[in-house]
């Protein structure tokens, strides 16, 4: 059997000897399996692979197969067994005059080569396991993408009691401390999550909230010069979203995402702010008044004259509302009146007095999922 010439950067950080290379889908397929060579006992080998959800692999399948923009990051493997071999290339040489100006790091010259594998070693995913499924999901349905090329870390491992220690604590290393992308990014620059491009859509060409008018925060918000935050505005969205879509909050990062889709979704949630806006004779004011940090000053002043839709909590509080009108058949315009014009919104005033609002300490409060749930039945009733 003929050896297979892999391209790498050898290098190392720590104790490890990485080897930075390229593989093709199909080679990742037929070469690499999962971590459960780590340990010895069986059971704990399989809740390693217990561990791989079936859906996610799924997803990201789909993903590669219906998405030409498919893209993610690197495979970091480990390798044992077989006889793996680094062959380096020659060092950097200079070929011109010009060259004499170019410094070149001691560690450019003797990093560059070929890895040979004889297919005998054996190699697993330290991390990007659900990644690693993925693929071979992938070309499981459709092998169009078996070409694709993908980075992919090799770290040499050492089947021993000692070389198993120090490969598990690397794969919980890599998996344990992997932080979740924060909010902020993911409405910042997320091109899928239809939430996320609507709420920028909302902001950049809705032409009511501004970079001035809300905070760019998706914590509390603790100032009295913005109506509201990017984080409530992007819950609000989600909120609208699995309405629209008919699908649970939690689901809505599966509906794929198309511009058709996303134009559409866009017109609902613009119709409702506008509206909003329209029918709230306090929330037009701030909105189109070149002095609205007094306006919302005056309904955050913590005095009994605060207003529902100058506090994120308010405003989810009011969309989960608007959604259960929704559901009962009222047209967008017809739900928004009956919730701003039959009923005031002040936080002093039935029915967020003693449920959300505390009006001696004039001051708001997180209510229970039971109490929420009733407050936005009252609100809608």
């Known amino acids: 059997m003929k050896n297979i010439m892999i391209p790498c950067l050898k290098g190392k950080i720590g104790s490890w000897y990485t080897y930075t290379s ?36 799924e997803d990201i399948a789909d993903y590669i197969n219906s998405n030409i923009d498919h893209f993610f990051n690197a495979l970091v493997i480990g390798i044992y067994e077989g006889d793996p071999r680094w062959h380096q290339f020659d060092g950097i040489n200079q070929n011109s005059e010009k060259s004499e100006s170019v410094i070149v790091p001691s560690y450019a010259q003797e990093c560059f080569g070929f890895l040979s594998l004889t297919e005998k070693e054996r190699m697993f995913a330290l991390d990007g396991q659900h990644r690693l499924a993925g693929i071979k999901e992938a070309l499981k349905k459709d092998d169009k993408h078996k070409g694709d090329t993908l980075p992919v870390i090799i770290v040499s491992h050492k089947n ?37 491009c609507v709420t920028r859509d909302i902001i950049e060409t809705g032409g009511y909230f501004t970079e001035d008018n809300i905070s760019f925060s998706t914590r509390n918000l603790s100032d009295r010069r913005h109506i509201t935050t990017l984080g409530s505005i992007y819950k609000c969205v989600q909120e609208l979203g699995a309405f629209y879509f008919k699908i649970e909050v939690s689901k809505l990062e599966d509906v794929k995402y198309s511009d058709f889709k996303r134009e559409k979704f866009f017109l609902f949630v613009d119709e409702f702010y506008k509206a909003t806006i329209e029918y709230s004779d306090e929330l037009r004011l701030a909105v189109e008044s070149k002095d609205f940090p007094s306006i919302v000053a005056k309904f955050r002043a913590n005095d009994n004259a605060d207003h529902l839709l100058f506090r994120p909590l308010g405003w989810q509080l009011y969309t989960q509302a608007f959604v259960e009108l929704k559901k009962q058949g009222f047209e967008t315009k017809q739900a928004v009146n009956k919730l701003v014009k039959d009923k005031s919104l002040l936080l002093s005033d039935k029915p967020f007095v003693g449920r959300i609002w505390n009006k001696s300490k004039s001051k708001i409060n997180e209510p229970s999922a039971s109490g929420r749930l009733r407050l936005i039945k009252e609100m809608a009733g």
Not at 42 to 55: A, V
Not at 162 to 187: C, D, H, W
């Open 160 to 196: 021993t009691p000692e070389g198993l220690r120090k490969s598990r604590r690397l794969f919980t290393t890599l998996n344990k401390k992997a932080k979740l992308v924060k909010t902020e990014s993911i409405i910042a620059l997320d091109e899928d999550d239809l939430a996320a």
């Open 22 to 57: 390229l593989m093709t889908f199909e080679d990742i397929d037929r070469l690499i399996s999962f971590a459960d060579d780590l340990h010895q006992i069986k059971k704990l080998s399989d809740m390693i692979q217990r561990d791989i959800e079936d859906n996610r692999a």
